[in-house]
């Protein structure tokens, strides 16, 4: 078997709403397609997936996946079905005996699901993951009951549908020749033509996320998982140079000198980065960012945050929260702190409820009291998949 997979985004997610598709709204951290992708990216029995995404989503796409090695997109069209057929054409060059069809909509697919649906194409043209349905089920087209239907035999079905390479892109061909364009599954396309497609046990949790409510409950799930809690801490000096200005949490401050540093020298986001590097186990800044590699001379020290930020995003984790102190005899900080905040705020993806900056000097003691440098703690929690 040389198995593919055709994973449709192509779709408005109206029913969700939004600023943006559904398949790109965020949970734990990621776009939901990102999650989706990476599933089926990480199985050892898929050989090629192939993303179709709507017209006007090529940026958004670039940004969810920009960690993943996947290939270019292709467009899809107005409807599922369309976007299906176009997605199986894509794949044409792979040889592929299979294929595998998946809603990018349903992030929280098992490999265990993908193994199920694979073994059933062992015997069938097609095998498609479903859930016995439990509830009883009524009729009420115009909102009062008009019968009961018999739930003995009837499915709910899911994706990822599989399917013979061939047949089904011979099915979604005659499908379109026929005027078919909404036919809502990929099962229904095999329907059409008279595929024997079997039923496998599909998985509570791989359902769709429909609605703004959905999203939210995955995001909830997601995040009930980080139970791997961890603690760091960073500290940092600099010493005062001749300049005008200081960088602190990102935040310009004037002043009639700087702090002398390879980079811009904001001590405070060097001591949060390295909080943060410590909570994963990962050495520190310089261990990343070498002050012998010109290239970070000058440098923002946002980018060595940003790293950080993004190796626990890698692990599936997130920054729970951060707590930083800055020692320092001049310049007056207080005014800036709610500017930092924010600031903080942007570069790690959490709430301000989250972060704590305080600023104290040194009562004239020590190095910091004669005014020769600045220090910076911090502590952080980060919370990882348990
Ligand atoms: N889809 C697609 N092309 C379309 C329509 C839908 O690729 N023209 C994809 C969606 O992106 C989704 C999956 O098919 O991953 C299932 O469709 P659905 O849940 O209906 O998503 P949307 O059509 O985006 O949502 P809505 O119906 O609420 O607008
Ligand atoms: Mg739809």
Redesign the pocket.
């Known amino acids: 078997m040389k198995i593919g997979a055709v994973?449709?985004?192509?779709?408005?997610?109206?029913?969700?709403g939004g600023e943006k598709?559904?398949?790109y709204q965020t949970i734990g951290g990621r776009p939901v397609l990102w999650w989706t992708l990476k599933a089926l990216l990480d199985h050892p029995r898929i050989a090629a997936v192939q993303t179709?995404?709507?017209p006007y989503q090529t940026g958004l796409f670039r940004d969810a996946v920009s960690d993943l090695d996947i290939a270019p997109p292709v467009t899809?069209?107005?409807?599922?079905q369309?976007?299906?057929r176009i997605?199986l054409e894509a794949l044409a060059r792979h040889g592929l005996t299979h294929v595998l069809i998946h809603?990018?909509?349903?992030p929280f697919l098992s490999p265990e699901l993908i193994d199920r649906v694979i073994a059933g194409l062992a015997t069938h043209q097609g095998a498609v993951p479903g859930l016995a349905v439990a509830d009883t089920l009524k009729r009420a087209a115009s909102g009062t009951i008009e019968r009961t239907i018999d739930r003995s035999g009837l499915w709910a079905v899911q994706?990822p549908q599989g399917f013979a390479y061939d047949a089904i892109c011979a099915a979604h061909e005659k499908a379109r020749q026929a005027g078919h364009s909404q036919l809502?599954d990929d099962a229904a396309v095999a329907e059409f033509v008279g595929l024997d497609v079997a039923i496998v046990a599909g998985s509570p949790e791989n359902r769709?996320?429909?609605t703004m409510d959905d999203i939210a409950e995955a995001d909830r799930t997601l995040n009930r998982n980080l139970t791997d809690i961890r603690t760091g801490m960073g500290v940092d000096i600099h010493a005062f140079a001749p300049g005008d200005h200081v960088m602190l949490c990102g935040v310009r401050i004037d002043h009639t000198q700087r702090l002398a540093g390879h980079s811009d020298a904001d001590v405070a986001l060097h001591a949060l980065t390295d909080a943060i590097l410590g909570a994963i186990g990962e050495g520190d800044i310089g261990t990343f960012f070498p002050p012998s590699d010109p290239q970070w001379k000058d440098a923002p020290s946002s980018i060595f945050l940003s790293k950080a930020v993004e190796l626990v995003r890698q692990r599936g984790g997130k920054v729970g929260n951060a707590d930083i102190a800055i020692l320092a005899e001049v310049p007056r900080i207080s005014p800036h702190l709610a500017a930092m905040k924010s600031s903080l705020s942007a570069m790690l993806g959490i709430g301000e409820d989250r972060i704590a900056i305080k600023a104290t000097t040194a009562e004239t003691l020590g190095f910091v009291g004669r005014r020769e440098g600045v220090t910076a703690f911090a502590n952080v929690i980060v919370r990882l998949p348990g």
Do not use: F, L, N
């Open positions: 994973v449709v985004a192509a779709g408005s997610g109206s029913r969700a598709p559904k398949q179709v995404i709507g899809g069209g107005a409807t599922r369309e976007s299906c997605g809603d990018a909509a349903r994706t809502t769709k996320m429909t």
